[in-house]
C-alpha cells in the first residue's frame, strides 16, 4: 500500500454523544466538509441512521455494545450525494474511564487491488485487530483502544497521560517520535510508516506497521495525532511465502511428466510452510487412460491412489508408510473421504488421535504419526475442471505452530497453480498414450519373412513428443513363398499423419491379397487416396488434411529370385549384393499418390542373387537440411556395404546419425536379406488340358509327397489337385501347369490360359456343379488365384503340421459359388468319374 492510497484513508473522532471531536485532511476530501463544519457538531451530518439506531447517541451506544462496529455502508457528501464506503467504528478508552470512537473511512470506489490488500486497509475492511492511540500535541497519549497492549506490551495505565518514551525507553521509541513530530509540524494529514521488530510483551518478535495521522481542531489547527498500529507478522511472512512461490512456481510444469511435477510441487511446499508434504495421484492420472474422476459423492467404490511426490525436512522421508509410484491406501472414515466428496480442502491444526479418532482407526498411518510427530494437517484436493487428480498432504512435525487459515490459502494456492500444470501433463499423458496405441496398432509388431527373406526395421517420428508420424513400413507374406515389401510415407507428421497412414495401409493389405502386381497395385492405391481426399473435403465441419503420399512397393519370389517393384514418388530402394557393392536400381520415379495425373506406373523387374540386401527407406532417411539426397544416398550405401554384420547392426549404424538430433520428418528403414528356396522343394508339371490330366495330377502329387516325406497330406492334396485341375480343364484350353512348392506350408497352384478367376457360388441341393471350390476351402488353411500374363493362377495352402480330416469335406456345403460353368454336363460328369479313380 502506497503513501497516496494511505493518505486517502479518512479518520475522524467522535465522543459518546455522537459529537465529532477531531477531523483530518483526509476527511474533508473525502466527503467536502471542513474541520470547521463538523467539529463539534454531531456526525450524522455525515453518517447516515438506521432504523434500528435512530440517533447518533443510540448508535453509539450500539457500537458500544458490539465493542465496535465494522462493515460498508453509506456517507453523505457535502453535495448531497451518497458514497459507497468501509467504515470502522474503534472504541477508545481515556485516563478518567471516558470513552471516544475513532473512526476510519475509505471510498470503495477509489480503492484499488493494492489497496485492498494492504496491511493497514484489509484490517479496516474486516474485524482483524488494530491498535489505536491518540496523543495530544506534545505526543502524551490521551486516547487508547485495548488491542494497542497486544501489540507492545504497555498496559492502559501505563501508557495514558506518557509519552512513548517515557512508557518504553529506547531508540526505537525515540524514532517513532520523531515521525509524530514531522506529522504535528506538517500540520497536514499526512502518512508516515514505520516498521519494527518490538522485543517485549507477549507478542514478541511481531513485527507492526505504525501509521500516524494528525487531527484537527474546530479551527483547523493540529490537535494532536492518532496512530494506527497493526500486526503485520503474519500477513507479511504470508506475502513473502507467496512472493517465494510466484517465484518459485514458475519452474512447476517444467515437464509433460505428472510425477516430475507432483514431485516439484512437493519441493516447493518443503519447508517453506510445511515439514512433510505428499502428492497422491489417482492412478488413471499418471498413465493417461481411464474416465477422469469426479469430484462429488463417492459411495463404497473410493478411487485408487498412486503416490506421486514426497518431501521431507528429515533424510529418507520417514513420514510415508508409502514409496513413489506405490498405491495408497484411503480410509473410509478419514478426512479424505470428505475431500474427495465435496473438493473443499480439510484444515485440520492439532491432529487427534484419541481412541476412536481415523488416526486410531488406521495403524499404518498412526504409527507414523506417533514415531514423527505429526501435530497439524491439511489436505487439498487437487482439481481441474471438476476432475479430480488427486490430494495433497502437507503435515507439520517439528514445526510447533499449528496451521491456521493463512497456510490453507497458501497451500490451495500452490496446489492451484500445480493443477493446471498436472491436468495439461494428464491431457499429454492420454494424448500419447492414444498415439502410441494407435502406432502400435498401425505398424507391424513382428515382421514375417518366411522362406522368403530376413527382416529387421527402425522408425524415428519427426513428433518425437508423441512417437507418431506418417511413415509406414510392412512385410506382407503372398501365396507361393512370396512376399511384398512395402514403404510409404504420407505428407505431414503427428496424429492426422498416422490416422491417413493406417487407411491406406490397410489399402495396401486388401489389395495385396488381391494378388496384384505391383504397378497395378499402385494405380489402386492411387484411387483410394484421391477418394480419402474428396471425402475429406466433403466434410464442411472437419479440418481439411493432406493426403498426398509415396510408396515403394516390390514383390519378391525366393523360387526365382526375382523381385518385381514399382514406385510412386518414392526414392529407389538400396540394393547389396553379397560382395557389398551397392547399387540404386533405375527405377521410374512415377507420380506421388493423390495427385490425379493420371499417368501409368512402371514395374521392374531384378534378378537377385541368394543374400541380396534390400533398403527401402523414407526420404527422412537420406535428405536432412544439412545434405541433399545424393549424399544421403551414399551415406546410407556406405553404413549397409557391411556383408558379415546382422541386420539388426546395420539398421542401427543407418540410424546412427539421427541419434539425439530433432528432425524435421519421420525417418524409417525397411532392411531384408534374400534367400532363396531350393529347387529341390519345388516340383512342376505341365498337363496336357483333357480328361487325362486328372488322374495325371493326382499321381504326380503323390509320388512327390512321398519324396517329400508328407504322406499324412497325400489325400487331401491330391481331392485339391483334382478340384482344380477339373476346374482348369473346364474353362480352358491351353496347357495346364501343375506345381507344389514345399516351405512353410504346401503349396498347391495349377495354372491355365482362362483369365477369369475362380469364385464360389451357390450350389442347390440338386445342382450337379458348384461344389469343387468348397472342397477346396475345407481342406486348405486357404486359397486363392492371381492373374499372370496369358492367364491366371489357382493356389491353395496346407499346413505341414497335420493332414485335416476329409470328414468335414464333406458335410452339408454352405450357400457359395463357383466360377460360371462352361462346360457341358456330360464333360463335367466324365471329369467325375475321372476324380473318383
Known sequence: MNTREISELAIAMVDEQGTVVAWTEAAERLVGYSAGDVVGGSAALVLPLSDEASTMSAFVEQCRAQNGWSGTTAVRHRDGRMLDVTLRMSMLWGQDGSVAWLVSVSDIGTLSGEAVNGSVQKSLLTRAPIGVAVRDRQLRCTWVNDTMESHDGISRDRRLGRRFTDALPGAKAEALEAVMRQVLKSGTTKVHEYRTSLATGPRQGRTMTASFFCLQDADGQALGLCTISVDVTESRRARERLATLSQASTRLGGTLDVMQTSQELADLAVPLFADFVAVDLEQSVPFGEGPPVRIGPMGERLPVFRRAGLASIHQGVPESPWLRGEPVAVPPSSPLTDVLGTGRSHLEPIVDTAPGTWIDQDPVRAQKVHENG??????????????????????????????????????????????????????????????????????????????????????????????????????????????????????????????????????????????????????????????????????????????????????????????????????????????????????????????????????????????????????????????????????????????????????????????????????????????????TRVASWTLPSDETAVRSARNLAARQLAEWGLEGLEDSTKLIVSELVTNAVRHSTGPIVLRLIQHQVLTCEVSDTDVSSPRLRSARTVDENGRGLYLVAQLSRRWGSRSIPGGKVVWAEEDLASAPSHARAFGTPPVLEEQPDHASRSRASDLRVNQQE
Open 374 to 679: 505429526m501435530h497439524s494437517l491439511m489436505v487439498v484436493p487437487i482439481r481441474a475442471r471438476r476432475a479430480l487428480l488427486g490430494v495433497a498432504l502437507f503435515i507439520r512435525t517439528e514445526d510447533p505452530v499449528p496451521f491456521q487459515e493463512v497456510d490453507l490459502l497458501l497451500a490451495e494456492e500452490l496446489v492451484s497453480r500445480a493443477a493446471v500444470s498436472l491436468d495439461n501433463a494428464r491431457q499429454y499423458a492420454r494424448e500419447q498414450t492414444a498415439a502410441l496405441a494407435l502406432q502400435r496398432n498401425l505398424l507391424p509388431r513382428r515382421l514375417r519373412g518366411g522362406t522368403a527373406v530376413e527382416a529387421a526395421s527402425r522408425y524415428l517420428p519427426a513428433d518425437m513428443d508423441h512417437g507418431v508420424g506418417g511413415d509406414w513400413f510392412d512385410v506382407i507374406p503372398l501365396s507361393a513363398a512370396r512376399v511384398a515389401l512395402v514403404v510409404g510415407d504420407v505428407v505431414g507428421h503427428g496424429i492426422n499423419a498416422a490416422a491417413t497412414m493406417g487407411r491406406l495401409r490397410t489399402a495396401v493389405h486388401t489389395l495385396a491379397d488381391m494378388e496384384l502386381p505391383p504397378d497395378e497395385l499402385l494405380a489402386r492405391l492411387d484411387d483410394t487416396v484421391q477418394r480419402l481426399a474428396e471425402q475429406d473435403a466433403d466434410a464442411p465441419d472437419k479440418t481439411p488434411t493432406v493426403v498426398g503420399a509415396t510408396c515403394l512397393y516390390a514383390v519378391y519370389d525366393p523360387v526365382t529370385r526375382k523381385c518385381t517393384m514399382a514406385a510412386a514418388g518414392h526414392p529407389p530402394p538400396a540394393i547389396i549384393d553379397p560382395q557389398g557393392q551397392v547399387t540404386f536400381p533405375d527405377l521410374p520415379t512415377g507420380a506421388p499418390l493423390g495427385i490425379g495425373l493420371g499417368i501409368p506406373f512402371e514395374a521392374v523387374e531384378l534378378e537377385l542373387p541368394e543374400g541380396s540386401l534390400l533398403a527401402l527407406y523414407t526420404d527422412g532417411l537420406i535428405e536432412t537440411r544439412d545434405h541433399d539426397i545424393e549424399e544421403g544416398m551414399h551415406r546410407l550405401g556406405t553404413a549397409l556395404a557391411q556383408p558379415g554384420r546382422s541386420l539388426e547392426d546395420l539398421c542401427t549404424r543407418a540410424m546412427e546419425a539421427f541419434q539425439g538430433r530433432a528432425e524435421c520428418d519421420d525417418v524409417t528403414l525397411l532392411l531384408v536379406r534374400t534367400r532363396s528356396l531350393s529347387p
